[in-house]
């Protein structure tokens, strides 16, 4: 049959829940809505149409035909530009001017609510439509070109629409403003709060520690064969055993689910609705297992948020290094412990027979092999922080000026030197090996190295709970998942990253936890 | 990673699509857009909100979480509430009176487009929203206690929600007019200038030769034994025939794809996005691959509709009675025919090796068994319309006042022993097997049936041409295809479902090919 709404079976019906504005959630009977309350109304509806776009996405990501993409690109344009209108248009503002004056009072809660809208707000409208419409239109021709410069390995012709993609985000830098530097106004978008300068010092200070804790668990790690792990792996049975781990941990399947995309990720449809994806390697099962790790992770912490908050701050993740402290958390924290695999490996050989040759110490050590390599993505926990370095070290003298387009793969190839003693083939392996400047991503690549900082520290402090290390020791993740859901998930962003790691730990971010972890784990 | 959008890397880039009311499709460079074209854009970006409603009802069909539900429900009202709006509201309306007067000395099409929104406008608006409202609350009280009845048998726990369904129907009637009697205004919800009295003119025509072919069909079938296919058909085997099936009639899957659902169903969700649904019996494969067939049959008319004109009547599919022949024609006509299993039979075997005991002749004769039985989806082609001509009956007396509600079971179980010789044994496999009235959908039944002669009238047309009928045999469908694509596809609803066959086959829709096939089917 015609799907009913196709087949006129519901004209109109639906039309008659009537959620515009504020009718979105009823008013109290009798009583007159506060100005808040219909802040928040307003705000669901953004949120609504967020989600909207999110179903969109991950159909698009996922299981949409080729045909489909010309069109697929309009609709979810349509709704962010109807949630861009809503959020920056006179209605709002004004009931936040309102409400901003009513919480003064109230909760704190809704005081947090109204302090982040009006944070997002201020940036959202000194940001001209006629410059967003050049982002956009910059983006996707820096997006085709980029794609094509890593296929030919050939900077040159990508350089001038980073050039373009450079000059808006000085634009836009210089329209939000910043305390130090123009970076700064970036690395805010991604991580609220944050100073360039503090990061630069953090990162200062790791990287002779990193750079020798590389060096040492990649000789170290030559001892290891990599290719003990190489078998058969059929996709059902490793989705079987990535299902099976992911319910272990927490992850909730009436409230998400797991599907296969090019690149893993996750993506959240709803208040009850976080998809994971991850992607399958026939000859290896733990690339698939590491990627649901991590991308469940960050749905556990997209399942842990208040619900009832959904679409408000209150209800939403914090920032960027906050999110990947739980998605590295549950991958190398968890994943790549000796516990971990003391319950899993005798699964793992129950599924895929080929295991059963492999020693669990050689197999240990194979998921924890580290090697100099030229591509982030495939980089282990020992050596993907010095990535991360260079990127941040190069964004950031770009902004400031001192470094130009052209300049860009001689001085990558050198940091590449200085961090890791190898020289890169190429600019494809090179400079030319991330998307994110081509979507205008500048500011985003030191969340990951925070996001690891975070982890360890936030993973010490709740081993230091008599139940969550028992727990832990025993392959019982219950009480760890309780104390993320009680010091991180349900704070949702009425805290600031750095008073979250402070409330939830003791002590600012710092990286100390991270190092010693390292440290033990390379030994 | 986190999906780009959610973090944040798309932050109002997107935005800059300003994709509202006329901004949609661009003006021409120094031209004032006429009437006509604000409207067509207007109607492109209500088509837009629809298509994403279908992408939300297609997930939650197919992949949703059941966590998802609650929410699910709520992005698809506003949905359908906004686009409500839109098309209600005093811009289009404005528009509408304006393009009236400009299409009236210009194109054809431009004509049909304006002439078809006047119609549905006209519709919409004489349904106050208050009543819409209560519709939606009513269906969805009324699902809900079907589905509980249909459990139970019990037809009383549906009854008072029929009446109240019964009671808003009259009422809808009543608004809207018609011309003899109340069930045309329901009725032209779906088939748009079909009168209640030329149908039942029809089926009472339809009715003894029916139920004498019928009865002969049943009669032969006796010697077929029902067992003959019986077998173990793994599903992916099931996926990849049909598949290639879809493939073969012409179904695009650069523009579409087919996925499982408990119910089988096509839906559009953009101008290059046809989704078709199957299920799975692993002891039966014919019933997926006539699942397959028949949305198929669906999907290749909604890939057929003119591109450009998407959103615009002369871009939709005209009514249900012409969707149903296509899907029929398709099943039926090609799908039981001896030529198509000439073809498929061999394939099938060597997918299934069962199969390969089965001889021809009696495979024919199994995917074309007749026999009574109660439950209208799983009928056969010789008694499916028995089933209609039931429900058309009852409803159509439901409508006039003639029976009551609470007569429903008594006088479904006469009629059906009238026509089908036994008896339902509960009222489960007898008035409160389908799903329709729940859903307030009276007047859609004889769409069906409608549907059964339009396809024997249009396949015998279109079997007149030479390429076609030596096409058909040779199991080469291109022809077939073509013929439909102009004869049916690209007219889009330009024409009234009556004028579209009369010209395609050059005679009103009449009983008598579809007779003439079932006789020579079931000789």
């Known amino acids: 049959m015609l799907h009913p709404a196709q087949a006129g079976l519901f004209a109109g019906m639906a039309s008659s829940h009537v959620v515009h504005g504020e009718r979105f959630r009823g008013r109290r009977l009798g009583m007159k809505a506060t100005a808040y309350e219909r802040l928040r109304n307003s705000a669901r509806e953004i949120a609504l149409l967020g989600s909207t776009a999110s179903v969109l996405g991950w159909d698009q990501e996922t299981y949409m035909p080729g045909g489909g993409v010309d069109y697929r690109a309009k609709q979810i344009a349509w709704l962010s530009a109807r949630a861009h209108a809503q959020f920056t248009g006179t209605g709002f503002r004004r009931l936040l001017d309102a409400a901003e004056k009513e919480v003064a009072k109230g909760n704190p809660l809704g005081r947090a609510n109204v302090r982040e809208w009006r944070l997002d707000l201020e940036r959202a409208v000194r940001i001209p439509t006629a410059l967003v419409a050049e982002e956009t239109e910059t983006a996707a021709r820096a997006k085709q070109a980029w794609a094509e410069a890593r296929k030919r390995s050939d900077f040159g012709l990508f350089a001038p629409h980073l050039e373009s993609i450079l000059r808006i985000a000085r634009k836009k830098a210089a329209l939000w403003g910043y305390p130090d530097e ?76 797991i599907d296969t995309t090019a690149h893993p990720f996750c993506t959240t449809l709803g208040p009850s609705d976080v998809r994971l994806t991850t992607r399958y390697d026939v000859s290896d099962f733990t690339s698939s297992l590491f990627g649901v790790l991590h991308e ?228």
Chains 1, 2 share one sequence.
């Open 182 to 257: 123009p970076y700064d106004a970036l690395l805010a978008g991604y991580e609220r709060g944050t100073r360039t300068r503090d990061v630069a010092v953090l990162f200062d200070g790791l990287r002779p520690r990193l750079a020798k804790i590389a060096r040492r668990a990649v000789k170290k790690s030559g001892a290891v064969s990599p290719g003990v792990l190489r078998g058969r792996y059929p996709v059902e049975k490793q989705h079987q055993l990535n299902r099976e781990v992911a319910e272990s941990i927490g992850f909730d399947f009436e409230r998400g689910r």
């Open 296 to 523: 469940a992770g960050h749905g556990l912490y997209e399942q842990g948020l208040p619900v009832e908050e959904f679409g408000a701050p209150a209800g939403s993740a914090v920032s960027l290094g906050i999110h990947e402290s739980q998605s590295r958390l549950w991958e190398n924290h968890v994943g790549r412990s000796e516990v971990f695999w003391d319950r899993w490996l005798p699964r793992a050989r129950e599924l895929f027979p080929n295991l059963r040759r492999v020693e669990a110490g050689d197999f240990l050590r194979a998921v924890n092999r580290a090697e100099f390599s030229f591509i982030r993505v495939e980089a282990d926990e020992a050596t993907y922080d010095l990535h991360i370095l260079l990127r941040f070290d190069l964004e950031r003298r770009l902004l400031s000026g001192e470094l130009e387009v052209g300049g860009i793969p001689d001085a990558w190839n050198a940091g590449f030197e200085e961090l890791f003693g190898l020289t890169p083939p190429d600019a494809a392996r090179g400079c030319l090996q991330d998307i994110h400047w081509s979507m205008g991503g500048l500011g985003y690549f030191p969340t990951y190295t925070l996001g690891n900082l975070n982890a360890a520290q936030l993973f010490r402090t709740a081993m230091q709970e008599r139940s969550v290390a028992s727990g832990f020791r025993a392959g019982d993740y219950g009480p760890l998942l309780a104390w993320l859901r009680t010091s991180v998930h349900a704070k949702g962003a009425t805290l600031s990253p750095r008073e979250l790691v402070k409330k939830a730990t003791g002590r600012v971010p710092a990286p100390a936890d991270y190092l010693a972890h390292l440290e033990k784990r390379f030994a």
